[in-house]
């Protein structure tokens, strides 16, 4: 079935640490895999994407890696600051077209100063 | 502006009303989305359309029902309101045809409470 999960469910690190949040994904037709920050009370909001034909991408102090074989992809935040504590989602496409995301579960990470 | 915006921003209501949530974007995108946000956070999609069609409809009771008058608008209809219903619904829209990127932008959210 369409699932994707994610681990861990909360982290918490000290300022200046990484922070690093793995999800694995079912279909292996998925080609876009998004992950998105909710801070309390706000929405969701995309942070970085990447899609299929690509291994790994990285904007300033954040990147996500994704092994096709294994149907994993990561996110990886470098440097954490206080204002990185959220919840963060993984998302995967899922085959059928149109954008069908289906969603991890979340992680809540906390940057202690 | 506000690329997606949705109304009400809180809904507090008893069970049994009708009630209907309402959502715009301004990004010219030609597919929306309703997702629901439970207390634990879990994102679960709902519906889609694209270009005024519904092409998701994900195993949601048929208490829940969409509609979308044009592809900027897209609301969410729900009758007989049960305690279960109360959670945050948002709205989201991406462009997929064309050249579009696929980047589901979200609405602010509505908090619904049923009690």
């Known amino acids: ?113 | 502006d506000t690329a997606v915006s949705q109304t009400p921003k809180y809904l507090v209501t008893q069970m049994g009303n009708d009630k209907s949530i309402k959502c715009e974007q301004n990004l010219g995108h030609d597919t929306m989305y309703w997702y629901k946000q439970d207390s634990k956070k879990f994102l679960k999609i709902m519906f889609s359309y694209n270009n005024k069609e519904l092409i998701i409809n994900e195993t949601v009771p048929n208490r829940f029902s969409p509609k979308s008058p044009d592809k900027a608008h897209l609301n969410l209809h729900i009758n007989s309101l049960e305690l279960g219903d109360s959670a945050v619904y948002f709205c989201a829209s991406s462009q997929v045809g064309g050249v579009g990127t696929n980047e589901q932008y979200f609405g602010p959210g509505t908090r619904l409470t049923v009690t």
């Open chain 1, 1 to 113: 079935g369409e699932n994707v999960e994610q681990h861990p469910s909360t982290l918490s690190v000290q300022e200046g640490d990484s922070a690093v949040i793995k999800c694995t994904y079912s279909d292996s037709a998925s080609n876009y895999f998004p992950w998105y920050k909710q801070e309390l009370g706000k929405r969701p909001q995309l942070i970085i994407d990447i899609r299929s034909n690509v291994g790994e991408k990285k904007d300033q102090r954040i990147a996500v890696t994704l092994n096709k074989t294994a149907k994993h992809f990561s996110l990886h935040i470098t440097e954490t600051q206080p204002e990185d504590s959220a919840v963060y989602f993984c998302a995967a496409s899922f085959s059928g077209g149109y954008n069908k995301l289906i969603f991890g579960a979340g992680t809540r990470l906390a940057v202690h100063p």
